[in-house]
């Protein structure tokens, strides 16, 4: 019997995560109800649903690894009202292991609404010949950008390619810098 609540707990959480991550609406309350816990209550099924949602959301926003869950998973297994049982635990840890990274990409997927940015690489110059003396031997920056565009009917990468001068590159690093400042004043 335990056996077969883990696979109803694994399956409510696959039906979640089918809804809420990959967009398929056909995996409603109400199917999950019938398919899942014909025998409980509404309230029973409702309580259980409601943890559940609330420990996968999260899993899924905290990304975490699988220590992080062993440990979240003991403390919510400690918890004397709604915690989690053995039966429970073990099916956040099976689909946590099988659906982590397929959850991830589609968060991202979701939260990205325009082309992405799939690798940068650059390499410094120095000019041989130019139009004035002075800009010989001055070094430049190149720069190539890979972007992915993943929405709308053209998918495919382009590729973008610039220089830039002492003066510009130093401009964007200054503005890395703050956009990591503002980032790091959000996360903490």
């Not at 409980?40 to 926003?61: A, I, M, P, T, W």
């Amino acid at each position: 019997m335990a056996g077969q609540q883990s696979k109803i707990y694994l399956g409510l959480l696959n039906g979640i995560a089918k809804r809420q991550y990959y967009g398929n609406e056909e995996f409603t309350d109400d199917f999950l109800k019938s398919e899942l816990f014909p025998e409980s209550s509404e309230d029973e099924f409702q309580s259980v649903l409601r943890k559940f949602k609330n420990l996968l959301k999260s899993l899924v926003s905290a990304d975490m690894d699988f220590n992080q869950l062993e440990a979240f998973l003991t403390s919510h297994k400690k918890k004397r009202d709604g915690g989690l049982t053995e039966e429970q635990a073990a099916a956040f840890t099976k689909f946590w292991k099988n659906n982590k990274t397929k959850i991830h990409e589609s968060v991202i997927s979701q939260s990205s609404w325009n082309n992405t940015l799939k690798s940068m690489s650059w390499r410094i110059d120095v000019k041989g010949q130019a139009k004035n003396i002075e800009q010989i031997n001055t070094p430049t920056a190149i720069v190539e950008l890979q972007i992915t565009n993943t929405h709308g009917k053209k998918e495919g990468t382009d590729i973008v390619r610039f220089e830039m001068d002492e003066e510009k590159l130093g401009h964007v690093m200054r503005s890395l810098e703050e956009i990591e400042q503002q980032i790091q004043s959000h996360v903490s």
